[in-house]
């Protein structure tokens, strides 16, 4: 029998980075008997993949549902959705707060409100869920809860008298979540008897079911063999195995109703046929879409081409498999001129890029080469005011485009660029302004306001360019303030800066895949950096291999690979000098019909490195 409807209860976790969301969601799938204990690593189900657990951070959302025996003797059907903390996994909270009636807010007792904290705070009001604030960590020495409960009632306006008090490591305050999460967060609506409407929020693909999607059911009901149809492409399917997951995936025989959360096998094989955010409804008895998710606009470009025995083929297939189970990760085809065939690929932020490569790297044992991140930029190509231009056939020329290389960049002919603008809030202590200050001026940050949370913790708001952003700024906030620094960002449009596009080439030959656009200010010396680390990585060659960062026409930086010197004149034990100075000679005419004849294979390390310049030299 199918769960009553007023015995489930559907929430998530939502914390800052490393705040204790996966630790605490797993001791409640523990306290519920869900999982075994922690040392048990072949259950480690909600952090399951590996880069998760090597770099310690939730990547993927993951749902789960808890049977739950509350102290009234009823048995409550809890789904719970663990969610990421990073800012560039934003998308994945936002997506699983729509499948929630109410969310869990884990506050660190020790650092308190942090910058996502805020953030995600905001992306539930703005769902109505009802929010139960939670002090976790409460076991720590440096432990405050007092003080961290004035910070939530200050910074977020929400009523902290009640916040619960837990140690997801000792266990504290597991069972009072639990009693919480019954007694304060409503049970679902959905009318069980209406046509039947499921809203996806996730899916993976699986080499032998197809494609498994994730959804919520808001009304009606689904059970194995029935005829579903997918709103948005208009294909039908039949389900094939429709369940909960507990954590593993577990056959419902019954089937779901409104108000539960589970996965539905139909053997999709077409990755094109779903989307997530889209509506499933009965083929025979169809009901209107749901309002899906908010498409997410990447805010960093770069690309991917297949490298050693990886095809563009094997690379193509992986890239659309990944899309469907990343709903924040755009693609598509690009020619890179000496790299090849490959991707144009577009991510939230830089953490998003390297996890994406990482991923499709182990997932699917790719060898990829990455180029330099950039970010879009709109070039206008005429002034606003100027009249019309049109092709031959009448159609109107655009006034401005978009572009993500600078390859796209027109050499001339334009008026101006603009690059996008993101209003940044930090969250740091408050003896650290200075430092902060320093860094964000240095990356023509602009001030606008300062607000401060009690008498230790400040919140700094600037508007500065997300190219200034994804490279290494959050790493260098954490090193300015001993790691009690974060921040948060949103896009606030485009403004015009002085920007150009600096080209590298190597042995006199354009290498697209390492031009960059900058701001004017900073070419030169972006490109003498860049350069220098290509010196290092780029191997000695029978012949001199000249490096050149050029604006235009004009050089702004140069460095010279010295050739491999061989000994011609080992052989020469004795007679005249002569015999020396004919092989010396012979030996220069050869290095200079090699240099110009010659080629230079650019190693993947060498791309690697015009990320890393930056980093190591500011």
Not at 43 to 48: N, W
Not at 140 to 154: G, K
Not at 577 to 591: A, I, T
Request: contains cysteine; glycine residues 8%.
């Amino acid at each position: 029998m199918p769960h009553p409807q007023h015995l489930i209860r559907n929430f998530c976790i939502i914390a800052h980075i490393d705040h204790g969301k996966s630790t605490l969601a797993e001791r409640l799938l523990q306290a519920t008997g869900a999982m075994k204990a922690k040392d048990d690593k072949e259950l480690e189900v909600l952090d399951s993949m590996d880069l998760e657990r090597e770099r310690g951070i939730t990547i993927k959302a993951k749902a789960v549902s808890l049977s739950y025996l509350h102290t009234d003797g009823q048995t409550y059907q809890l789904n719970l959705i663990d969610t990421p903390g990073h800012v560039d996994f934003s998308y994945e909270v936002s997506r699983s707060l729509q499948a929630c009636e109410g969310c869990l807010l884990v506050v660190d007792a020790s650092q308190g409100v942090q910058a996502q904290t805020v953030a995600n705070y905001l992306l539930s009001c703005e769902l109505n869920l009802t929010v139960i604030p939670t002090l976790n960590k409460i076991d720590l020495p440096s432990a405050q809860p007092d003080r961290v409960c004035a910070e939530i009632e200050e910074s977020l306006a929400l009523d902290a008298t009640f916040a619960i008090r837990a140690s997801a490591k000792q266990g504290i305050g597991i069972q009072e979540i639990l009693t919480a999460v019954v007694e304060r967060i409503p049970s679902p609506v959905g009318d069980r008897s209406a046509p039947t409407q499921a809203l996806i929020f996730d899916a993976i693909y699986d080499d032998y079911r197809g494609i498994i999607l994730y959804a919520r059911i808001k009304n009606g009901r689904l059970k194995k063999g029935d005829k579903i149809r997918l709103i948005r492409s208009g294909k039908t399917y039949e389900i094939s195995e429709i369940g909960r997951l507990k954590p593993r995936m577990t056959a419902a025989d019954d089937g779901l109703e409104a108000g539960e959360v589970g996965y539905i096998c139909a053997a999709i094989k077409a990755l094109t046929d779903v989307k997530v955010g889209d509506t499933i409804t009965l083929e025979d008895n169809q009901a209107e879409p749901l309002a899906g998710f908010r498409e997410m606009k990447p805010m960093v470009y770069c690309g991917l081409y297949p490298s050693g025995e990886t095809t563009y083929d094997q690379l193509r297939e992986a890239v659309e498999k990944f899309s469907l189970n990343d709903a924040s990760f755009r693609w598509s085809p690009e020619s890179g001129g000496a790299l090849g065939h490959g991707f144009r690929c577009g991510f939230l932020g830089m953490l998003h890029m390297e996890i994406c490569q990482e991923r499709l790297e182990r997932e699917h044992d790719l060898d990829m080469v990455q180029t330099a991140p950039t970010v879009t930029y709109v070039v206008n190509l005429r002034a606003a005011s100027a009249a019309p231009l049109y092709e031959k056939d009448g159609s109107v020329i655009p006034r401005s485009i978009e572009i993500t290389t600078p390859g796209e960049l027109p050499r001339d002919g334009y008026e101006s660029i603009e690059e996008p603008l993101v209003t940044i809030h930090f969250m740091l202590p408050a003896d650290k302004i200075g430092s902060v200050m320093s860094l964000v001026s240095d990356r023509r940050g602009e001030f606008l306001k300062q607000e401060y949370l009690g008498t230790q913790r400040c919140v700094l708001t600037y508007k500065m360019p997300l190219a200034e952003v994804i490279y290494d700024l959050f790493d260098k906030l954490k090193s300015v303030t001993q790691g009690y620094g974060t921040m948060d960002y949103e896009f606030t449009g485009y403004q015009v800066a002085d920007l150009v596009r600096v080209d590298i080439l190597v042995h006199n030959n354009p290498c697209d895949a390492l031009a960059f656009i900058c701001h004017k200010t900073n070419a030169e010396f972006r490109g003498r950096q860049i350069i220098k680390a290509l010196k290092e990585e780029i191997p000695k060659h029978l012949f001199e291999v000249a490096l050149q960062a050029t604006i235009g026409t004009r050089v702004v930086a140069r460095e010279t690979i010295k050739s491999i010197g061989k000994n011609v004149t080992a052989k020469c034990y004795g007679g005249d000098v002569s015999r020396k100075r004919k092989l010396l000679e012979k030996q220069k005419e050869g290095k200079k019909r090699m240099k110009m004849i010659g080629n230079v294979e650019v190693p993947q390390e060498a791309f690697m490195a015009v990320l890393k310049s930056r980093a190591e030299t500011e």
